[in-house]
């Protein structure tokens, strides 16, 4: 069976990488083939979710500081599924 579904912009790298890589908004550009687009989910379903996730320490220094805490999956589940994102990305919830 398949849905018609929202994009969640993708955070995670942006914030493991400390901004090194940026997340893109999702966009497609339509083309005249007539046929149906296929996007496929994939869930992430950590064992640890009491695991500190945030910035790696190898790409933060002195010069270059952490932008975003370190946050628990829970912590991410709890505020992704509040709705209150109001067209805002997960990123402005965990910056520094």
């Keep these: 069976m398949f849905t018609d579904m929202s ?11 400390n901004e090194a890589y ?3 908004h999702h966009r ?3 083309n005249n083939c007539n046929e149906a ?3 496929v989910a994939i869930f992430l379903n950590p064992s640890e979710r009491e695991r500190a996730f945030g910035p790696l320490p190898e790409l933060t220094s002195a010069e ?6 370190n946050f628990t ?3 991410f589940m ?6 209150e994102l109001d067209g805002k990305s997960l990123t402005n ?3 520094q």
């Design 64 to 69: 270059k500081p952490a932008l975003y805490r």
């Design 28 to 30: 497609v550009l339509a």
């Design 73 to 75: 999956f829970n912590e």
């Design 93 to 95: 919830f965990f910056r």
């Design 37 to 39: 687009r296929v996007s």
């Design 78 to 83: 709890t505020r992704f599924f509040k709705k």
């Design 22 to 24: 940026k997340s893109a």
């Design 7 to 17: 994009h969640i912009h993708d955070f995670v790298c942006q914030i493991i990488s």
